[in-house]
């Protein structure tokens, strides 16, 4: 198999399993859109972040993010406060009710893909778990949300 087959191969692997994790998790009583739970994932590793910050993150204007921001602090996700350095600046942080959603969603997630990773031998799962890693590697950018 050449490279650009091999690449196919690996594109609908991928997007089998992400159809899958996403719709274990969005489809079974999930708060959240799957854009509000990428805005969530991204202050969990970032921490505090402007809303124009998260807006360029997501490549939305910043008033569209202002209003999803404003749901998702109405339901308990985040918290806006005003920064300390510059008062016309709003910082988003992620609540403990928030925390909490993102480990319920990598539960559910997790426990997805445990039944099928444990149909492979443990050779396959270690092979796997490092090929992967390596790919992930040789990413631009690895470690954005």
Known sequence: MNTDANVDELLASLQA????????????????????????????????????????????????MSQMLDRLERSGFVARTQDAADARVKLVTLTEAGRATIGRTENVWRNALSEPFRRLTAEERETLTQLMKKLSEQLPGRGET
């Open 17 to 64: 399993l992400n159809r899958h994790l996403r719709s274990s998790a969005f489809d079974e009583g999930q708060p959240l859109t799957k854009v509000q739970w990428l805005l969530l994932r991204r202050l969990q590793r970032q921490g505090t972040a402007t809303i124009g910050q998260l807006a360029a993150h997501l490549d939305v204007r910043a008033s569209t």
